[in-house]
């Protein structure tokens, strides 16, 4: 009878989700493998099979890992949500996504903010009209936006 278990060592699905989300949230946090690697004491070829999944991270390990990228343990192993949800992790692997959200992040005005979250609102709107075949308004400029007064 075969033993459907894994060997000890071999790593497994869950050990490449948890590779999977170490090479996201260290991405997010705007780190590379070398720094994470750094701030472990281990090499960033280490860094790099844990992100890989080719070698399993130890508790104690991925505790540190967490608390370097500010994360509880646990966000290694909740359950990613749908790319057809609101959003979540998924969103955040599209193109330029991070770098919006961190340029975002250092807007301390609030105004601003609303102002730049209604600029790219209406970017979007656009897009999706001209994707659509529909007519973009007369008053947007040639690149789709509303020439400044």
Same mark, same amino acid.
């Given at each position: ?19 999977? +989300?170490?090479?996201?949230? #260290? ?8 720094? /994470? ?18 070698? +399993?991270?130890?508790?104690? +390990? ?6 370097? /990228? ?20 998924? /969103?955040? #692997? ?22 730049? /979250? ?6 979007? #709107?656009?897009?999706?009209? #001209? ?19």
């Amino acid at each position: 009878m075969a033993n459907s278990t894994p060997k000890p060592k071999q790593t497994t699905a869950i050990d490449h989700g948890v590779g999977s +989300r170490i090479a996201f949230l #260290r991405a997010a946090n705007g780190l590379s493998q070398s720094a /994470l690697a750094s701030a472990l004491g281990v090499s960033f070829q280490q860094v790099q099979k844990y992100e890989t999944g080719k070698n +399993r991270v130890g508790a104690g +390990r991925l505790q540190a890992i967490a608390e370097r /990228l500010g994360v509880p343990v646990s966000s290694f192993f909740d359950p990613e949500p749908d790319a057809g949800a609101d959003g979540g992790p998924a /969103l955040l #692997r599209v193109s330029g996504a991070l770098e919006l959200l961190r340029a975002y992040n250092q807007i301390a005005d609030d105004q601003m903010r609303r102002d730049v /979250l209604a600029l790219v609102k209406s970017a979007a #709107r656009l897009a999706q009209a #001209r994707a659509s075949g529909e007519a973009v308004p007369a008053c947007a400029g040639q690149n789709g936006v509303a020439p400044s007064a």
